[in-house]
């Protein structure tokens, strides 16, 4: 079993910043690309950005330039930094990792429940 946890979601004026953590619990025997998705209320899930283990990072272009993600492979941990945020970027944020586990061979993918960020003012 495997679970990711996020924390850090809220409310934030446009302009501010918020700092999203996800981590990884389980039987994990490697953590490959990890990823922060986000879904607006009517919109399909997108990719906001990924890490691969290697530290090899990608964004999409709507956060490019304002968003950093980042991980701890000591601690199973990504994370996202959110600045200058704006009111389109009111979503919830899922984090998402491919994860061999204990069980298995390969790599699958896990997906957090999702926190809630709000900017508005």
């Known amino acids: 079993q495997v679970q990711l946890v996020e924390s850090g979601g809220g409310l934030v004026q446009p302009g501010g910043s918020l700092r999203l953590s996800c981590a990884a619990s389980?039987?994990?025997?490697?953590?490959?690309?990890m990823g922060w998705y986000r879904q607006a209320p009517g919109n399909q899930r997108q990719l906001a950005a990924s890490?691969?283990?290697?530290?090899?990072?990608n964004y999409a272009d709507s956060v490019r330039g304002r968003f950093t993600i980042s991980r701890d492979n000591a601690k199973n941990t990504v994370y996202l930094q959110m600045n200058s945020l704006k009111p389109e970027d009111t979503a919830v944020y899922y984090c998402?990792?491919?994860?061999?586990?204990?069980?298995?061979?390969?790599?699958?993918?896990?997906w957090g429940k999702g926190t809630l960020v709000t900017v508005s003012s």
């Open positions: 998402s990792a491919q994860i061999r586990t204990t069980e298995r061979r390969y790599g699958m993918d896990y």
């Open positions: 890490i691969t283990n290697g530290g090899i990072t």
């Open positions: 389980g039987s994990i025997v490697s953590i490959y690309d």
